[in-house]
Every structure is written in C-alpha cells, then in structure tokens.
C-alpha cells in the first residue's frame, strides 16, 4: 500500500494498493521506487508511477502469514527521535540533548537543564564545578546568567554597556554638549509642498524665519567662500585645507545659477544679476562673531539672493586657491534686520522654532527657577526668574492674538478663482476663516486640500460627486485595482465614471503653493 496524488504526482494524495516494479537506490537516504496502482474495478491500474513517500510503504498481509521477526530486517522506530542532529543514537555524544560540554548521554542525573536556553550541564563539566544538584527552583547557565554588575538599581543612573565604556566618548574632558543630542538628529518634518530642486521662495515660509538648529557680510550683498579643498578621509571634519578648491559638485552648483556662461579658469561675471536663479540665504547665529547681520540665536531665513559673481583667488590664511562668490539681496519683502523687517516679524509672531522633542531655553530656565524656588522652602514672595517668566509669557500671550498677527492677504485673482470653485464652496468658507492667522493659513489650506490616498496636497484634483478632491493618478490606481468607490467616504462612483480634473481649484494652489506641481 503506498501513497500517492493521481493529479499532481509531487503532492500527498490517497492510499492504494500498488506492486513493485523498479527500486533503484540513488544515494544513501535517497531511493526511487516505481509501481503499478490498482485503481480498483473496472478501472483498470496505472502502469511505472514514481512514489514520492519512500518510507511510508506498508506491506499487505496474506492471511495466516507467521509474524514479523528480527530475521526479516530491522525495525523502524514507531515515534520520530526527539533530537534531529543525533537521531536518537544512545551511543553518539550530541551537544544539543545532551552535555552542551562534553555531549555525553551518562548519568542524566547529573545535568542540569538552564531555564533560559534550555540547554544540559554535567555538574562537572562547568567551570567551576558543582558538588551536587543546586536546590533552587531556577538555574542558569554561565552564558545567560546576568551580571549583577549591570543591574540598574533604584535611585541609580543608567549604565554604560561594556561596548560603550570602551569607547574613547566614555573617557574625554570636553565640555562640548554637541547640540544636545540634536547635532545628528534625523529629520522630523520634511517639506512636500515644492521639490527637493526647487528654485526661489519657498510658500509659508515668510523672512525672518528662525530655526534653533540649521566671509565678508554686508547685509544686502556678502561674498560666500566655496566649499572643498579639505581630505574629509576617516573623522577629519575640522582639519585646516590641504588642496585647491575645484569647481565641481556645490561650488558647480552654485555657478551656474549665475547669468553667464560657466568659467572654471577665471570665472564670471553676470550679465543681468537679477535674471541669475534665486538662491535661498540662511544666516546661523556661528556668525554673529563677524557680521553684524547674522541672527542673536538660531538659523534665520533672509531672503532670495542672486549669484553676482564668482571668480578664483588664493586665500591669504592658508595659500591654497578658493573660489569666491559675490551674492546681492533680490527679494520684495524687507530684510530681518530692517526696522520694516523687524516690524514685519513682530507681526507676523516669527519666534525660534524648535524641532519635537527638545527642550526650549526658556522651558529649562522655568524648570530650574521652580527647583531652586521648592530648595529654598515655602517662599511666597515671587523669584526675578519667576517674574522674567510671566512677563515672557505675558507677551507671548499678546503676540499670539489675532489682532497682532498680520492677515494674509489675498490677491484679486485668488479671490475671483475662490468665487468660482462652487464645488468646494464650503472648503473655502472653512479654510478663508483662518485668513487672519497669517503665515497659518497656508497650513490650513494644506490640510484641507490634501489627498486622502498619497498623504499630499492634490495634483489635477478630480472633486467627486460626493464633493472630495483626489489626485487623478490616486483614483485611476484605485480603478485599475477594480474598487470604483470615493477613497474618502466609500461613494460608488460607478466603473464608468469619468475623471475630470478641477483646473480651477489646480489653478489656485499653483497660485498659493507655486513650484509644487514640478515635482508631482
């Protein structure tokens, strides 16, 4: 009797009574066997079939045949052997049911079993060795026992691990906080709104602009010293210049956004300054050392600037060649560090912004001003710190009314386009409602109009019946995929349903959003 699947002669299939042909032996574990099935009846039997299950052949017994004895072969084991890797074999050392050690199979009781890794251990086999069998109701082996060294007691500091104790970090007397952890810290927001090649202002990101974390300056004009020239092999981030500068990668770069051909002899000059490509300034606080420009604190936003010209010179601190660009201020909102500027930001409530998770200067000050405050007992009378704090919080309650931020303004055109769009009449109601939060408004108009399939601001936006805007690419993958539903609130829309797309409302946010259609 052997198994076998009349269909797929690989599978497992039914029982039949069979005769042996052919056995052929491969390889040691390995076997072909070959048998006429007897289909039973009138249908006859199927002639040099291959049996797949070699050890699942039972042999049919005629009745009154003697019993099976040692002289007709050996015996197979009823139950499969608990170990793969020595079968079972009691006369083969196997570090795996037995000694993990030695791999003996003598005296089982001996061993004892870790309650980790579940492996045995002759009591005298582990270094050192055990007198007798331990008492307790758990035992770990050497290798998953915990070092009590490590522990994190309560009211103890985390540890080091072995690996970082080693490191020379764990041993240097700089005082440097690098940033607070924040120096290599990923990104947390990434702009979607334009692509990464984008060229000019970026929308809702008004002058002024500061973040906490990311030369000759005159304020509407500065000369930029290119990048390069430095052997960055290994950890040299801070060595002084070994080479001359090359115009290649950034310094390339930011060449050819200047209005005449590229030069990598003399270099340029432009012919019309302001048809040069725009290039966006940030100015760091590092260099409030040199230039009176930059910002107190942070990374500020100045403006577009166009690329002048650039030329080679040898530098006079160090003697290698470097190239040098000449940058002027091409932007219509005024410069942070004008009084209309100042007042402009003032309005617009432009603070340091801080990226999620850390820690603002004034949030630590308040927390150290409370824990001196609760050290020094039940004073009543206020600290100065306390009251720096509340005057701080005073104004920054008044900065974030309404009434002190300055309204976006919309342009005749938006308007009109606005009044048009009467599918998404409600839309606008919502989002012209945030028109006085000025720089938040464009957030809002984001959130609103975002595509509820790629998580983005709507490209050739179809408005469904249903009154929902989706990406045309988003709602033909969904048709492709034979769901003819609106993404949004499972609408059917019907597998003959025609998609066309909203130029009006694509009108408008390339008016507010402009360049974000580029990189879709």
């Known amino acids: 009797m052997v198994n076998y699947n009349v269909e797929s002669p690989s599978n497992r299939g039914f029982w039949f009574d069979a005769e042996i042909t052919a056995l052929k032996t491969i390889s040691r574990s390995k076997k072909e066997l070959r048998v006429n099935i007897f289909l039973g009846g009138s249908e006859g039997k199927l002639n040099d079939c291959q049996i797949r299950f070699v050890n699942e052949i039972f042999k049919i017994e005629k009745p009154g045949a003697h019993p099976l004895s040692l002289a007709d072969g050996k015996f197979l084991r009823k139950n499969d052997p608990e170990c793969d890797f020595c079968g079972g074999d009691p006369e083969k050392n196997c570090h795996s049911c037995s000694c993990h050690i030695c791999g003996g199979k003598q005296e089982p009781s001996m061993q004892l079993l870790c309650d980790e890794c579940n492996l045995a251990y002759h009591i005298y086999c582990l270094n050192p060795p055990l007198d007798k069998v331990p008492e307790e109701e758990y035992w770990y082996c050497p290798s998953c026992k915990t070092d009590s060294s490590e522990v994190v007691k309560a009211g103890e500091k985390l540890k080091m691990s072995k690996k970082k104790a080693k490191m020379p970090s764990a041993s240097t007397e700089s005082r440097r906080d690098w940033g607070r952890g924040m120096a290599c810290v990923g990104r947390t927001r990434e702009c979607t709104i334009v692509p990464s090649n984008h060229y000019g202002p970026i929308p809702g990101i008004p002058v002024g602009s500061t973040w906490r974390f990311r030369v000759q300056d005159r304020g509407d004009e500065f000369t930029y010293t290119g990048s390069g020239g430095k052997n960055l092999a290994g950890n ?6 070994s080479a001359d500068q090359t115009l290649t990668n950034m310094n390339r770069a930011l060449a050819l956004n200047c209005d005449a051909p590229l ?60 190239w040098r660009y000449l ?17 402009r930001s003032r309005r617009l409530c432009l603070r340091l912004q801080y990226p999620v998770g850390y820690p603002s200067d004034k949030e630590g000050k308040k927390t150290k001003g409370q824990s001196k405050k609760q050290a020094s007992g039940a004073s009543k009378r206020p ?25 976006f303004q919309l342009t005749p055109q938006q308007q009109r386009l606005i009044r048009e769009d009467h599918q998404n009449q409600k839309l606008w109601d919502e989002v012209l409602a945030h028109l006085v939060e000025g720089p938040n408004f464009l957030k809002k108009l984001e959130q609103s109009f975002m595509c509820v399939c790629c998580q983005e601001l709507v490209y050739q936006p179809v408005t469904t019946d249903c009154l929902h805007n989706v990406c045309k690419d988003c709602l033909q993958r969904s048709f492709k995929a034979q769901v003819f539903s609106c993404p949004a609130c499972r609408h059917d829309l019907g597998q003959n349903y025609i998609m066309i797309p909203n130029e009006i409302l694509q009108t408008l946010l390339d008016l507010f959003f402009p360049g974000y259609s580029k990189g879709r």
């Open 383 to 407: 600290a100065p710190d306390d009251d720096d704090c509340a005057s701080a919080s005073k104004v920054l309650k008044t900065s974030d009314s309404a009434e002190a931020v300055e309204a």
């Open 327 to 343: 940058l002027r201020r091409d932007d219509v909102e005024p410069a942070p560090w004008t009084s209309e500027g100042i007042e």
């Open 263 to 322: 030069d990598d002899k003399i270099g340029a000059e432009s012919r019309n300054w302001r048809a040069g490509k725009p290039v966006r300034v940030i100015r760091s606080f590092k260099g409030r050392k040199i230039s009176k420009y930059a910002p107190e604190e942070g990374n500020r936003y100045d403006g577009i600037y166009k690329v002048v010209k650039y030329w080679p010179e040898i530098s006079s601190s160090h003697g290698f060649l470097v």
């Open 236 to 241: 040299k981030r801070i060595g002084a210049p």
